[in-house]
């Protein structure tokens, strides 16, 4: 199993990016999705999750409002649309899948396959 993040750049305050994250040898509808983001000196940190059994999502406070993610069943591949970055969102960003597609979580300790990350750089 491989995951593939991308998508992750430089972007000024309140701008956007999409980062994606594409599979191979599994199939997304069968795994819960979660992005994950870890800042220098930081824990790594749950930003948001989604069953693909009944599509339920949670989001990090931190970024309610301003993250979507969301899969693209004809391509296997999944999204995290950020909108109206700050600076504080500057992270690697890493995607990942849970065996239980019906269970979602923000822990990164449930997750059994990730991606390696992509760096997301907020600044002016």
């Known amino acids: 199993v491989q995951l593939q993040a991308s998508g992750g750049g430089l972007v000024q305050p309140r701008g956007s990016l999409r980062l994606s994250c594409a599979a191979s040898r599994l199939i997304f509808e069968d795994y819960a999705i979660g992005w994950f983001r870890q800042a220098p000196g930081k824990e790594r940190e749950g930003v948001s999750c989604?069953?693909?059994?009944?599509?339920?999502?949670d989001y990090a406070d931190s970024v309610k409002g301003r993250f979507t993610s969301f899969r693209d069943s004809a391509k296997n591949t999944v999204y995290l649309q950020m909108n109206s970055l700050i600076p504080e969102d500057t992270a690697v960003y890493y995607c990942?899948?849970?065996?239980?597609?019906?269970?979602?979580?923000?822990?990164?300790?449930?997750?059994?396959?990730w991606g390696q990350g992509t760096q997301v750089t907020v600044s002016s």
């Open positions: 990942a899948v849970d065996s239980n597609p019906n269970f979602i979580s923000l822990a990164a300790v449930v997750y059994d396959y």
């Open positions: 989604f069953s693909s059994s009944d599509g339920s999502t």
